[in-house]
């Protein structure tokens, strides 16, 4: 089917503004010329994209189907055109990415800091998801790249750099001290209250999983949706819980959290640079890339 872009272009226009006047004066165009496009567009398409509604236009089921792919592409499109007009100088543009909360703490918000000191044209818009949520939007073409936590599976044709390794300890409040002292049985870990990401982060999945191979049917008590949120609960004495040992490392010197040993290898997780082999990145997005990568631990 070939469709010329204008076409596309002016059907975004009037699916952001949902009136024909608005996305008219928007293009510099008339509306009876809009009007004539979008006419063509659905017929080319053998489909309704709009319905007339009182105060304007509603996409229809094939319309927001449609847009959810414009709009990605009108914005990329526009980016590059951003970026070209500044003559491609190194150290301008703008950079999305997606990140996991514990990929945030642990490495990319220090990286960030000392990268916005050498680059400070370049900006950078953050996505704040889980892993699962961030690689969705990835693959859909919404993003850069991203900085995610293990465990995740993606296509074979993205690319994964493993930047930072890290630990998780199981920690309890002070109330918990006694567990301090000796190693804990997988099985006993089960008597005491849980508290851990919610279902549909990739850290429920492993621990559902490291439950599960110790013989342990087990659901949080507590879940909560991102790791910082975690430690002032566990601080609190509301349950025990997986964090990495970098973030509990303050609160076990301040000997406001306990460190719970047990009796069985605890998996090693990591933080990678998740990025789409088959698809280019501006100059930005390249130089925050490379410079990610560079700071491997």
């Known amino acids: 089917m070939d469709i010329n872009f204008e076409y596309y272009r002016i059907f ?9 006047t608005k996305a008219a ?28 509604e009182a105060r304007g236009t509603c996409l229809t089921e094939e319309g927001e189907i449609l847009y959810s ?9 526009w980016d590059a055109q951003e970026e070209i007009g500044r ?48 690689l969705k939007y990835l693959v859909s073409g919404g993003l850069d790249f991203a900085v995610v936590t293990t465990p995740f599976e993606v296509p074979g044709t993205f690319a994964k750099v493993k930047v930072l390794a890290f630990q998780e300890i199981l920690t309890g409040g002070v109330q918990y001290e006694s567990l ?49 949120l975690m430690l002032p609960l566990i ?4 349950g025990i819980g997986f964090v990495p040992e970098k973030m509990a490392m303050p609160l076990l010197e301040e000997k406001r959290l306990v460190q719970i040993p047990v009796k069985c290898r ?10 789409d082999k088959g698809r280019g990145k501006s100059l930005a997005a390249d ?6 990568k560079r700071r491997q631990c």
């Open 12 to 20: 975004y226009y009037v699916a952001k503004y949902r009136n024909i």
């Open 235 to 238: 601080v609190s004495n509301m």
């Open 180 to 228: 301090g002292k000796e190693p804990l049985e997988p099985a006993d870990v089960g008597k005491y209250p849980w508290i851990g990401l919610g279902r549909g982060s990739a850290t429920y999945e492993l621990y559902k999983d490291f439950f599960i191979k110790n013989g342990i049917d087990m659901e949080p008590d507590i879940e909560v949706a991102t790791s910082d």
């Open 69 to 77: 792919h414009v709009e990605i592409a009108c914005r990329q499109l």
């Open 87 to 134: 003559q491609n100088r190194q150290g301008c543009g703008t950079v999305e990415i997606g990140a996991t909360e514990t990929a945030l703490h642990l490495f990319l918000l220090t990286a960030l800091q000392d990268f916005k000191q050498e680059y400070p044209g370049i900006r950078i818009k953050i996505q704040n998801h889980t892993t699962p949520e961030v």
């Open 266 to 275: 605890v998996p090693e997780r990591s933080i990678q640079i998740v990025s």
């Open 25 to 52: 004066a928007a293009l510099g165009s008339s509306q009876p010329n809009v009007t004539r496009v979008i006419k063509l567009l659905e017929s080319q398409m053998n489909c309704r994209l709009f319905t007339r």
């Open 287 to 292: 130089t925050f890339y490379k410079y990610l």
